[in-house]
């Protein structure tokens, strides 16, 4: 379950801590399927690190960094193919997960699962 300061916000997570699920992402995934969060879990901390893409994703998702500490330090909406979006802040961790669910996060949010 993911929660944003302690409360409950979406039931299933997925985790995609390779480096082959971190680069498969939500590439040609089933929009009506998406009803998780999905984190990634970089080697280490960092801007570059962090950077997505949309490329074969064919739906809008929100894209929310947390630092090592699992604060938010950016958050977005990426649409489609998008080549790449790199966050403000260093991160180690990117959550995607359906745009909906994430207006209710803030940055400096603690987020947990």
Do not use: C, Q
Request: net charge positive; charged share 30%; no cysteine.
């Amino acid at each position: 379950m993911l929660k944003v300061n302690g409360k409950p916000l979406i039931k299933k997570v997925k985790l995609a801590n390779s480096p082959l699920e971190r680069m498969r992402g939500l590439m040609f995934e089933d929009e009506k399927k998406f009803d998780y969060a999905l984190v990634f879990t970089s080697p280490k901390e960092g801007k570059i690190e962090s950077s997505l893409h949309m490329m074969f994703v064919f739906f809008p998702i929100a894209a929310i960094f947390l630092d090592s500490n699992k604060n938010v330090v950016d958050k977005t909406t990426l649409t489609p193919f998008t080549v790449n979006y790199t966050p403000k802040k260093p991160a180690k961790y990117v959550i995607e997960m359906p745009p909906k669910e994430a207006k209710k996060i803030k940055i400096k949010d603690k987020i947990s699962w």
